[in-house]
């Protein structure tokens, strides 16, 4: 007895030293249940685990079984799998006659007698069932089973520090992946986007961002704020100081020259805030609004447009009535007088009505206009219309 003693705590102490020499799970169950086998003299071992909801026992592990006994079927509902997992060990000599056990004919079929079954335990907290299977008649002694459960605790330590390595190697994948994800979210936008610390230093910047500014991502990380956004004219601040100060954020637009063509851009900020409500970090959008800055002004020149030849228009139809009666009466004057001076006099005056006229028919059919320097700052318009690019 003692010397098979010494025999399991020299084992045990090997055995611990192999499962808790690698964090595969697959690895430390593959080992244990070989190790229990041979150092049992038994036919062989297998390892169940408890899933997650903790109802069904998997199989994870095993040795010296062929695959079709261990494929026979679920064993949840075993009488001495359920006294394993009350946290006892269950010892059986007889399978045979012993209604603790299901799968006779299987397991005569394989050719296992006895079997010694264990909890695996974590602190007091059962995640499996570890059962040693003997194909001769076997009374397991107290030794046999007090090596078992303690192998039993050690393995399931081993299970799980390889189990919450699985779970922080797939946390840290999940994580990633978000952060991927999120990375291709933020570099798809349209518009450049910064993020920056309290300390208005950039921790964040997206790739249209870096593109405009010509600029690699460490470049511009840790960058002060300052040197990328300056108060206008009017003393405003730019949006992450407003931000970070708690004023109301007011619209921004700052206008750049690039080449000889002005570029307008709109910057806005928000907060990210932390539990207690502080301003952590600020998020600025900045919106080129060129386009739509050109797109205003055209529109603005086409209202004034408008309204110049609309002016046009009332000017030319108020001027046309009294004009072609003028007209009118100078073409009678002209026909019946026989002064020749007083004719050329009549032919001067009907040669400038017809002027006004074609100036009010120019104004009628106005499209446009260019407006030209006349005397000191007078300006005068020149009219445009259709009929002379005919």
Known sequence: QMGRQVRFLSELQAISRLVNSTLDLKAILQSMAERVAVTMAAKGCTLRLLDQAGRHL???GAHGLSERYLQRGDVENERNIRMVLAGEPVAIYDLSRDPRVEY??????EGIVSLLAVPLKVHDEVIGVMRILSDVPRVFTDVE?????TLAEVGGTAIRNARNYQKINLLLGRLEGHEKFLAD???SLQHQLLVLNRERQVVLANRVFLDEVGKEEGEVLGKAYDELCRSDDSGRSCPVDQVLVGEEMRPFVQEFQDGDQPRWYERSASPIRSADGRVEHVIEVIRDITAEHLLAEEKLQSSRLQGVIELAGTVA???NSPLFAALGTADLLVEDEDRAE??????VIVRNLKQIGELTRKMTAMTGFTSTTYVGESRILS???DTEKD
Do not use: S
Request: aromatic share 4%; charged share 20%; glycine share 0%.
């Open 342 to 347: 007083v004719a050329e006099d009549l032919a």
């Open 104 to 109: 006779h004919e299987q397991m005569q079929a």
């Open 185 to 187: 979210i933020i570099n």
């Open 145 to 149: 089973v007090h090596f078992a459960v």
């Open 317 to 319: 139809h108020e001027i």
């Open 58 to 60: 998997e199989l994870a």
């Open 383 to 385: 009219l445009n219309d």
